[in-house]
């Protein structure tokens, strides 16, 4: 089984500031897809950005952007500008283009947005 | 995007009661999920659902689980004598194309 690997449990941005959020993932594969989703209190996650592993160019999704770098296994969510709403559980996930067909997700990244 | 619905939004039910989670309604969609996150834990994979089959299935989707599409629209999850570890949060989604999958609001489960 894949494992994603998000290592900071919590998180605290001020509004308007810059946050990162760490992921890292094992896979022997070369084909892949990663994702970002939002989970808020509601409990309901949200797909926030995408990125295809043979892609080389960073996926940016408005104030949303990822730092890919495939060598390292790593791939950070950058949320610019934060904003209140953006106070979230994130979730980074994993999926095989070739072999079966789950998402492997991380235990997630609790960011708090500071007014 | 349309989402994937879900009902009932939240469940009470009796340890050893069965229980019956649906997605509602879809079509035309082929590719489905059903993924659990137990009250501050990770999302966990249970099982995979393709053109009517189960696709893939994990270690926690154990005979006590069944899926299926009766009327070729609504996808059920059935648990059929809930224990009190089943309580979480339960996920339905559909997975677009090849890559990115969409998830439901969630049923959660309270098994007492």
Redesign the interface.
Known sequence: AQTVTQSQPEMSVQEAETVTLSCTYDTSESDYYLFWYKQPPSRQMILVIRQEAYKQQNATENRFSVNFQKAAKSFSLKISDSQLGDAAMYFCAYRSANTGNQFYFGTGTSLTVIP | EPEVTQTPSHQVTQMGQEVILRCVPISNHL?F?W?R?ILG?????LV?F?NNEI??K?EIFDDQFSVERPDGSNFTLKIRSTKLEDSA?Y?C?R?VG?????????T?LTVV
Not at chain 2, 41 to 45: A, D, R, Y
Not at chain 2, 98 to 103: D, G, I, P, R, Y
């Open positions: 590719y999920y993924y996150q834990q990770k999302v966990e994979f995979s393709y696709s893939e994990s949060m996920f989604a997975r090849s890559t990115e999958a969409f998830f439901g609001q969630g959660r």
